[in-house]
């Protein structure tokens, strides 16, 4: 089904001149409540009624990350605190948080995104959601709940973690409908096989995965391992949550854009310049219809392309290809481009490995080394008969050694950058449950 037919199926070309009156509005909107948008806008000589097509988004001054930081808690929220609903922080691994404040009004619109990405997905009403993502500051949590609620399913808010109850919860209540990273689905994937629950004995139609980068070759195993139907959210608390992309079931061919709230653009992650529809680079968002934290041509770090050719269901927003990397995660190493999803399609290649892995760049001298840390599948574990899989049965093992070598081989192959292989045992490496996952460590930072 398709919940907003009105919009999301709307003529591109009214869908275009929906954007450009609601654009004219928010820089509008912005510059008369946002002393930091006024500033930048005046700096740059734009009068905000000049703001009347899309053509003139590259005008317009990009907006980062440490702008908000710069600006904390609350320096760019366009109304008082007064008018304020509810507060969202990132965790804030560096520095302080990233802080998002919604009113009422912008909680209605992170509903219906999100009820119109649970319906892409293949929920319908009457069904139940059960709901991994974590409560909390997170947006994951509450801004899949809400949407699950106004599309009319019964949401399970279990939240991340204590993976016991959640496997028992699942056998009871048999939901339909799980949102999850795509990680945990695979860890809880792995609860029910070590039980014997085959597939098709898990009530699961359709899985809503979202808040770090996955493949392809994942979406395989978490479809045949849970005997669903996979799909991908895409948001960040910033534009306002999850709710601003999801896959639609009938094509999973690209995430639709909910682009009459949420207008994209790609550009040159070096320049900065306005990229043609189908060329990769990072996604930047105007949030067209926000009211507590409105931002003007967002700088997300995303690396993906759009795509605006009709799609079999029916829909005519525009799709954004998956994620590719992050320009924050991708890593320089001696000199060339390495992004973490590149390791991640040569170890999805591996029926030996699970898709757990870590990246660990350190610096010796001046030398960069890098090293590609996977967990073995349980079978492959019980195969090589080892309690640890230590680096003195990786060199006596004839399979073990074999199998590091094709990675190492394939890597370097690939991506042109020799990588150090360990193979770890099942259940070792680090898991998000509800959060995001860091996949890269870089400890040359460090020094
Ligand atoms: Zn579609």
Same mark, same amino acid.
């Given at each position: 089904?398709?919940?907003e ?22 820089v509008r ?5 946002v ?12 009068r905000p ?7 003139d988004?590259?005008r ?5 990350k ?7 808690p ?7 605190? &007064?008018d304020?609903s509810r ?8 520095g302080?948080?990233?802080v998002v404040?919604y009113?009422?009004?912008d ?5 219906r ?8 997905a293949g ?13 909390g ?5 509450l801004g899949l ?9 019964a949401?399970?808010?279990?939240s991340? !973690?204590?993976?016991e ?6 056998t009871?209540?048999?939901?339909e ?9 695979l860890t809880?994937?792995?609860?029910f096989h070590q039980?014997?629950?085959?597939p098709e ?5 359709f ?5 770090e ?10 479809d ?28 999973r061919n690209?995430s ?12 040159d992650?070096?320049t ?5 529809e !189908?060329?990769e680079?990072?996604l ?5 219809t926000?009211?507590?934290?409105p931002?003007?041509r ?22 954004? &290809?998956?994620?590719?990397?992050r ?13 973490? &999803? ?6 999805g290649?591996m029926?030996?490995l699970t ?10 001298a ?7 840390q ?7 574990f019980?195969i090589v ?7 003195d049965i990786v ?6 050694r074999?199998?590091?070598d094709?990675?190492?081989y394939?890597i ?7 990588m ?5 045992a ?5 898991? &998000?449950e509800g ?8 400890r040359?930072?460090?020094?």
């Amino acid at each position: 089904m398709i919940f907003e037919p009105q919009f999301e199926s709307m003529p591109r070309p009214r869908m275009r001149e929906l954007q450009e009156q609601r654009l004219h509005d928010i820089v509008r909107y912005v510059y008369e409540r946002v002393p930091f948008y006024r500033e930048q806008f005046d700096a740059a000589g734009i009068r905000p009624d000049s703001v009347c097509s899309l053509d003139d988004l590259p005008r317009l001054p990009i907006t980062r990350k440490t702008d908000l930081r710069d600006h904390y808690p609350f320096g760019l929220f366009a109304v008082p605190t &007064s008018d304020v609903s509810r507060i969202h922080a990132s965790s804030g691994t560096t520095g302080k948080p990233t802080v998002v404040g919604y009113t009422r009004k912008d909680l209605d619109l992170f509903a219906r995104v999100v009820a119109r990405c649970l319906a892409m997905a293949g929920a319908e009403p009457g069904m139940i959601l059960h709901n991994s993502y974590g409560y909390g500051l997170f947006t994951g949590g509450l801004g899949l709940h809400a949407g699950g609620e106004l599309l009319g399913m019964a949401v399970v808010p279990v939240s991340g !973690g204590m993976t016991e109850r959640q496997i028992t919860l699942l056998t009871d209540f048999r939901p339909e409908v799980i949102a999850s990273t795509p990680s945990y689905a695979l860890t809880l994937a792995q609860e029910f096989h070590q039980r014997g629950i085959l597939p098709e004995e898990i009530s699961l139609r359709f899985a809503v995965l979202g808040a770090e980068p996955w493949t392809d070759s994942m979406r395989r195993q978490v479809d045949t391992s849970l005997g669903v139907q996979a799909t991908n959210i895409y948001g960040l608390s910033e534009v306002i949550g999850p709710g601003v992309s999801n896959e639609c079931v009938e094509a999973r061919n690209g995430s639709h854009v909910n682009e009459d709230h949420f207008l994209p653009e790609v550009v040159d992650p070096a320049t900065g310049e306005t990229l043609p529809e !189908g060329k990769e680079g990072v996604l930047v968002f105007t949030t067209l219809t926000k009211q507590a934290l409105p931002l003007i041509r967002y700088w997300t770090g995303d690396i993906a392309s759009l795509h605006s050719e009709p799609c079999r269901c029916g829909r005519t927003l525009a799709r954004m &290809s998956l994620i590719k990397g992050r320009t924050d995660d991708m890593l320089i190493v001696r000199g060339v481009n390495v992004y973490p &999803s590149q390791v991640e399609s040569v170890l999805g290649r591996m029926p030996e490995l699970t898709p757990h892995y870590r990246i660990i760049v350190s610096r010796e001298a001046t030398l960069d080394s890098v090293e590609v840390q996977v967990e073995v599948t349980d079978d492959f574990f019980r195969i090589v008969g080892s309690e640890v899989l230590s680096d003195d049965i990786v060199e006596t093992h004839q399979l073990l050694r074999q199998l590091r070598d094709r990675i190492a081989y394939l890597i370097k192959d690939s991506m042109g950058v020799s990588m150090q292989v360990t193979l770890v045992a099942p259940g070792t490496v680090p898991r &998000s449950e509800g959060g995001k996952l860091q996949r890269v460590v870089d400890r040359r930072a460090l020094r």
